[in-house]
Nanobody, 121 residues
Framework: VQLQASGGGLVQAGDSLRLSCAAS????????MGWFRQIPGKEREFVAA????????YYANSVKGRFTISRDNAKNTVYLQMSSLKPEDTAVYYC???????????????WGQGTLVTVSS
């Protein structure tokens, strides 16, 4: 599966932003999907994951209550709605797909390219 993330940009602290990740292929609904982020010089960190149906989600503590992951299997797209953004949310955000993985220890098989989110104070 190929993944194409979009929606990044420059926003101010407290603003909202929605990232999208479009997937190719006819088997999108069979994958659990997730979002990760990476600050230059630091390790990539998990942000959120969603199961194949959208019925289960899991979030990193740092974004819980502010970010919402969702998916539209008819559009082969997963979203990350980010609210109450903070400067520390500044990072390159990556979407990812997992064939067989739990949400808590999400282990992707495929990665998309990143989209940069910059939050100014």
């Amino acid at each position: 599966v190929q993944l194409q993330a979009s929606g990044g940009g420059l926003v101010q602290a407290g603003d909202s932003l929605r990232l999208s990740c479009a997937a190719s292929g006819r088997t999108f609904s069979s994958y659990a999907m997730g979002w990760f982020r990476q600050i230059p010089g630091k390790e990539r960190e998990f942000v959120a994951a969603i199961n194949w149906s959208g019925g289960s989600t899991y979030y990193a503590n740092s974004v819980k209550g502010r970010f919402t992951i969702s998916r539209d299997n008819a559009k082969n797209t997963v979203y990350l709605q980010m609210s109450s953004l903070k400067p520390e949310d500044t990072a390159v955000y990556y979407c990812a797909a997992a064939r067989n993985s739990g949400l808590v220890n999400f282990k992707p098989d495929y990665w998309g390219q990143g989209t940069l989110v910059t939050v100014s104070s």
